[in-house]
T-cell receptor
């Protein structure tokens, strides 16, 4: 059962335009959400996060929006650049059996930014 | 940002042998380290969580006797794949955290022949 869902496996955007990546979750106990960017054969790179007590967090060209009632978050990249082309993973933070925080991952969205 | 290294970056081994992968946090002390596995075109699958000086917590379905995890210090965790089989071939990634964000290593490509 996928607790974190990224329903769009891929997205193509023109350079300079806005990229919007979406993520839905089912567990209302998640209290922290993160976005990671990943290139092939590399580990993910942390991009931006948001606490469940906020509805927006901005860092440069990246903004994450959280709608708790809809259990939905989105990552906005503006303006999009060709170097942003990568797979973007949404993750939600939860606790495991050992009371450690762990991340529950979506399946990723492959973003292609065309020059 | 925080830097996490992994060694080796790729390894090829014969079926039945064991392989050790190291994960180090280079510029911070990691209270917790995580080991993930990624299959082609799939998401990251958490295998286990380890805290320094204590036993790792394994996710359901992950064999703890096959995937041995040791977290000997606040900057080093190791994953040993014992008696490796071809189906263990995968991309293994570690991450480390001292707070809420996890910082990932570059991954290790394991191929078992």
């Amino acid at each position: 059962d996928q607790q974190v869902k990224q329903n769009s496996p891929s997205l193509s955007v023109q350079e300079g335009r806005i990229s919007i990546l979406n993520c839905d979750y089912t567990n209302s106990m998640f209290d922290y959400f993160l976005w990671y960017k990943k290139y092939p054969a590399e580990g993910p790179t942390f991009l931006i996060s948001i606490s469940s007590i906020k509805d927006k967090n901005e860092d440069g060209r990246f903004t994450v929006f959280l709608n708790k009632s809809a259990k939905h978050l989105s990552l906005h990249i503006v303006p999009s650049q060709p170097g942003d082309s990568a797979v973007y993973f949404c993750a939600a933070s939860s606790f495991n059996a050992g009371n450690n925080r762990k991340l529950i991952w979506g399946l990723g969205t492959s973003l292609a930014v065309n020059p | 940002g925080a830097v996490v290294s992994q060694h080796p970056s790729r390894v090829i081994c014969k079926s039945g042998t064991s392989v050790k992968i190291e994960c180090r946090s280079l510029d911070f002390q990691a209270t917790t380290m995580f080991w993930y596995r990624q299959f082609p075109k799939q998401s990251l699958m958490l295998m286990a969580t380890s805290n320094e000086g204590s036993k790792a917590t394994y996710e359901q379905g992950v064999e703890k006797d096959k995937f041995l995890i040791n977290h000997a210090s606040l900057t080093l965790s190791t994953l040993t794949v014992t008696s490796a089989h071809p189906e263990d071939s995968s991309f293994y990634i570690c991450s480390a955290t001292g707070g809420l964000e996890q910082y990932f290593g570059p991954g290790t490509r394991l191929t078992v022949t």
